[in-house]
């Protein structure tokens, strides 16, 4: 067996379930550590596609749910006996592993989120993408290709918690170190995907121009369609992954971020306001200074506003955390564009991974951290995220449409999203995720950490750009006087 990784038989299993006739596989020394995983690049060797497709035959009625079965054993002996000369075939796969001990010196609640993350995914590709599917014609061609998925959680996160279950008693509350070490030991779980690497034709990038953007949008439109006023499919995701889909819902925040929110902008705002007085000039404005209070005041509302039932008329599926590093462009993407073209729509042109927040809610909460997260202040000016948010939903009419097969109903109407209701629903994605950020990030935020963050594509913009930080800070300040607006007339009625 070549193998760089002393954990050999942990992967040899997992592996097994992608190729059953395995032969040798390869790791780089390289890994991707993100906060929530441990990505590995995996070269693994296996017999032909024609003898993989025999053995794949002989297995079908095998009941050993971790291991090759006797045809793909019998194989791999016969590949042992003939010192290598039967064909064999190379893949590129990607593993990524969660394991509990690594969260270890985190309280329950991260460690908390961090686990669901993982079941969330685990059961996202296994029961719901398959349903997602079925109810879409184009869906497949947006998601990667998931060999194999599953988790162990026992004693940690029993089956039935909702994810949104943030109070979940801790189940080691007195133990000690030694005790909740052994308590974590072996939990976690991995998915193993096929390489979305650049050989395969595929890239990444932060920030990105507005046709990457486009095509990303066009993505989640496709996914959002996918569930559109399906009832019964959006109750299943509602039960089996979240009935609050997202990596900043306020249901699954830490109660210290809202706690401290005022703290945290007075903190930002005192680090800022005085590094460029062009730049900054908007945290001089009144009602900038009170964003913090305003912000925490509004917090609950906005969420409850982006928080559907099943039944309510726009409730979806969403993707949850949908920076452009959770998707993957096709190459000849890679050139830069001022605008949105015509081909940036194109089948498969992007891929998305990374479904461990996945759950029910608004569409625009995807598209609203998407284009704040990945978009630049300039390339949104003179009209560029009217064309972004136009394309959107023009996408996922056109989804939700041929989905339902009601192009034509025989009265010669086809179902739009209202672009009053659309932005709406916007502006209050906008107004969520400053609240995470604010919250989150900025407490500790500081012009140093902005410039040492400014190369780190898997940051968001607003925190590593001090450009995009202010005007969505402007922006935001003219959505919050909107909705305070609202829920003050809303009380009063």
Known sequence: MSNSCSSEQELLPILKHALPTVISYTLPPEKVVQANAEGTRIFARHLSSTLSEKADNDNNNEDDHHGAGDGSRLLVDAYAAADGNIETEEMELFLKRVTASSYAHKSWTDMRRTMVYLRTEVRF?????????????TLQKYLPVVHHSDYNLDGLVPEDSPATDAKQPSPFPEESEDEKNAHLKEKGGH???????????????????????MSCLTAAAELHASAWGNRPLLQTINDRLSSAGGSYQLQFRNPKEIQNM???????????VSVNSDTTSILEKESVIRLGQRMYDMAEYVSEQLTPLVDDEYATIVHGDYKSMNVFLKSDLSKDADDVDDDASDDGSAIMIDFSCVGIGLGMSDVGMHIV??????????GGE?????????ALEGAVNRNNNNMDNGEGTAWTYPRDVAMRHYQLACIDYLRFIMGRFWRIATPESFEKKKGSKNTTLINRNLDSAMAFIEKVDRYLEVFEKEKSERQSD
């Open 125 to 137: 590709y296994n029961e719901i993408a398959p349903l997602l599917v079925e109810s879409s014609s």
């Open 191 to 213: 998915i193993l995907l096929q390489s979305l690497s650049p050989s395969h034709g595929y890239f990444q990038n932060s920030p990105i121009p507005l046709n990457q953007a």
């Open 262 to 272: 005022v703290a945290s902008w007075d903190h930002f705002r005192t680090q800022f």
């Open 373 to 382: 997260h990945a978009v630049l202040p300039t390339d949104l000016k003179n």
């Open 386 to 394: 009217e064309q972004l948010l136009d394309g959107y939903i023009l």
